[in-house]
């Protein structure tokens, strides 16, 4: 018959309204089921798999509880034991990033001799994609993802920009967040440092023993502490270095620079590039400074 | 161009023989993964109505264009010509493998149209003009389709360089420690770095006047002896009724429809170059974005065509697991648009939010894997990032068993023998299965229209072979088919579903590589991992991979030339191919069915633009 199926169709649509009215007149209603309760309205929902009823969540009175693996933007992590960032700036988390918005620069020490540490790391937030690679390819536990997803701010530079200082949470945000995760890399890296130690212990022993035998021959030389070592070490390093620059300066059909000539000239370029570094950022400033003027134009 | 040539031997394989038959075949490209035979660009015409007529390849998937500009690979020694126009057919009788052809262009640019033997080259022709110059003689309509008339140059050139260029590839130095970084917000490109073609001012042009094609002509004495006239009417780009950004230019007499163009790019961001530019990895995530409803088949699709290149094996695990995904995603997707074929027939509302309530836990189980509900990114090289989490199988076995079912039959109760539906639905938008088919259509389209063509049967990847599932097919070609097979579909997935998360090897979590991190075991999957993983470099070659996507055949086109970044990086795009068929179906109906006959095509525009 006409309209039966019509109204077989309006049939479906009340059900769907009375079970809705029935169960949100309910004590507690379907979608309230798991959730935790703030006062005042406030809840976070945990959504069951099989919530019957409205499935309404009225943001941002209630919010969702998040899944662990939920990612957002990046952060950095301060280990709160160690007292330092896991970051080395290594720069894996920049290379593998899709739309290429990690900035870092290295830090130096009192020399200017580059240290395994950001001075400053920058992601532009509006341009990341919160893909997870970065996290996923950090070979150091050093940058994870963020649950906080409410980044909304009035203008895009400098303030979606994050620096360091606005990235970096202590190690205690992140265990709270990924607790699963946490406890896995945590178990790791215990294992890993303990076999780190039983290789030093068995080195440090090798090297006393060695130490021990050069000390029982007759000849006067001093014992090769551990500390000569890690000297002799240094100064190799500075050996090929100084052979790398000159056969570079050999090429050009220049003379060898003494030693101390290129260091000079490694510190100059280091000045340099702060200098130029310097010289950006302040230029990045003005022209943020000169847009905002147009803008208000 | 004898240095890449083979030396036929006449083996008894088809292929080889095709080498033999095929007209203007100049030899093949050597030991490649897909082997392409390629062909003089005067014959090319020949050679396409040879395998359409003789080889019974019915189907041209995709054309496209290669820049060889500066390739260095073996591949290209002693070949001058620097486009390559590449054309993938298949067959939707026996199923099967492509064919591949490559007709390198002389250096007028100029190449025949395959529009006059395949019409659904149409749209991609244009899509090759636009963004490579190449000419397409013949051609009915050959104009820019994704770029404006005041774009300079064709971007997917090799020396075509953006506003404010960066570098070549990625990783850019520039942001590495060492480098010097300028914020984003200083290249954007609106202000003096802007270039415009020769001869063009943008203070005095205008947006040309509405190109509508004229069947019929505008002005003419109607039946009743009174001058009535045609008009032309814009639909969108901002209106609901063209999901997104999209324009219809109809030409209508009365309510009848004349004419319809359709007119995109409104979205379009240059994907592929984007792609040439990224690492293979790095275009996982670009993948999401393509059609943002269904990240996971996107990145399936991709995954498989590196696959292909690389030689990689899939754990079995993993394959469930992306079965799984799939099965899920295709279940959203088609509730999603019967919801909105219905919105668009002006059943506001009520049955997509009905249609979309399943949609609402199947990305939270979608987020509890991957981490987030659209983008997904879940997918990788060798399998996917990570396991699934302890008491995920179980809520899925429960959505699978019970829930999906469930309200599946709701919504055929509520919307199957409605009589509206039928009285809008019947008979309008009709287009016979080989016209469909000659105009490149897929997926639940062509379905619609009785042809049982299913990539996941005819050349089954991942784990397919192993379900026992059914390719649902209906007879009439109209827009109440089109809603239907998509609720049988559904149920096809559902029943996969069932199956896959049933035999899912390994059991709730396989307890390694439960977490993707570079400490821990990175990846479940096999060749992502160690030191430099995110460094992939593909052998020199091309391929060409496909998924039955819920919209159609979704194909991904590499090549590479041995390098960290694709050499090229093409998307065949079911939703922007499918609008091939938009025109012929809407002529002849009323302009209110327009709406819904494109709501019934099912685009995202995320995909049409690229």
Redesign the interface.
Known sequence: M?????L??L???LK?TLETFADDRGKVPDRYRDSIELGQGRRIIN?P???EGL?TIQYPEEKRQ??????YIPMLIWDSEKNEDRCT?C??C?????P???????DSDANGK?VTR?AEF?I?A??C?????C???????AIK?NHDYELAVFD??PQL?YDMEELTVPLEYYAALWPE?YA??QE??AKDEEEKKAQDEAKAKAAAAKAAAAAAKPAAAPAASSGGAKLSRAEELKRKAQERAAAKAGGDGESVPSPAASAAAADGEVDA?KA??EE?KRK?QE??RQRKAEAGE | MSATLVAEAPDQTQTGTLADVLPGVLGTTSDDTDKAYLVAADKILDALAYLRDKEGYDFLSSVTCVDYQGYNGKQRKGISERFDVVYHLYSTKKGGGHVVLHAPIPSNDTIASATSLFPGANLQEREVYDLYGIKFEGHPNLRRILLWDGFNGHPMRKDWKEAYFDEDS???RS????G???????KLPWGKNATYPAGWDPDTWQAPVAYVPVSQAPKHLGEAHLDTESIVVNLGPHHPSTHGVFRMLTRIEGETILALEPEMGYLHRNHEKIGER??Y??????TDRLDYLNSMSNNWGYALAVEKLTGIEVPERAEYIRVIMAEFTRFVNHTWSIGFILNDLGALQ?PAL?AI?ER??IL??F??????RL?C?YLRFGGV??DL?AGWLT?AR??AN??LPRALD?LD????????L?ARGRGVGYLPAEDLISLSVSGPMIRAAGVAYDIRKAEPYGVYDRFDFEIPTLPHSDIYDRYYIRLLEARQSVRILQQALADIPGGETVGFG???????S??FGSIMGG?G??NLRPPEGEAYARVESPKGELGFYIASDGKPNPWRYHVRSPCYINLNALGPMSVGYKLADAVVILGAIDIVLGEVDR
């Open positions: 006409f309209g039966t199926g019509l077989k169709g049939g479906v649509t769907h959504q798999i099989d919530q499935l998040l899944p662990e693996r939920f990612r700036a720069g894996i920049a290379k593998v990033c899709p290429q918005c990690i900035w870092i620069v290295r580059p950001p920058y532009d509006a341009v994609m919160s893909c997870s690679f996290v996923e390819f950090c070979p150091f536990d993802m895009r530079y920009v995760q896995v890399e790791k890296r590039k130029r570094m950006l990045a022209r943020a | 990625k990783p850019f942001r590495h420690p060492k010097s970084y300028e914020f984003h917000e200083d990224n690492t990895l790095m275009n996982m995530p670009f009520t009905y309530e609402e836990m939270d189980l987020e509890e894997v991957s981490g987030a983008m990114n990032v990570r989490t809520k429960y959505l019970d829930r709701e109760r509520m919307l199957t023998d409605n009589e509206i039928m439960d977490y993707a991190s570079a400490t821990l990175q990846g030191k993983g995110y």
